[in-house]
């Protein structure tokens, strides 16, 4: 079983930049996952943001593109997301997810994080 935590979060003025992050603990290792980050503000329905493959390739979704990034650190099991020049429909809770399959953005990821709010004013 995996579990996920994630933080970071705040508050921020639009333009403005936030990493938020995801420690991964468990029984097994970060660099087997296939990780993602997504978002979700209330009434919508879960987005995905980014996702990382177990080989390091990353995707994201259009709108995010040039502005966030996502990385990761097998050796801390840590998630990142640095997104930069934040927009207010960037405001959401963002949610760390991995599975062991290469999902990329689909939604059926197996484990996920509670959560971490992101408001940008």
């Known amino acids: 079983h995996v579990q996920l935590v994630e933080s970071g979060g705040g508050s921020v003025q639009a333009g403005g930049s936030l990493t938020v992050s995801c420690v991964a603990s468990g029984a097994t290792h970060m660099s087997s996952f296939c990780m993602a980050w997504f978002r979700q503000i209330p009434g919508n329905e879960r987005e995905g943001v980014a996702s990382?493959?177990?080989?390091?390739?990353?995707t994201y979704v259009d709108s995010v593109k040039g502005r966030f990034t996502i990385s990761k650190d097998n050796a801390a099991n840590t998630l990142y997301l640095q997104m930069n020049n934040l927009k207010p429909e960037d405001a959401a809770m963002y949610y760390c997810?991995?599975?062991?399959?290469?999902?990329?953005?689909?939604?059926?990821?197996?484990?996920w994080g509670q959560g971490t709010q992101v408001t940008v004013s």
């Open positions: 990382i493959a177990q080989d390091g390739r990353a």
């Open positions: 997810a991995a599975d062991a399959f290469n999902l990329q953005m689909a939604r059926w990821y197996t484990y």
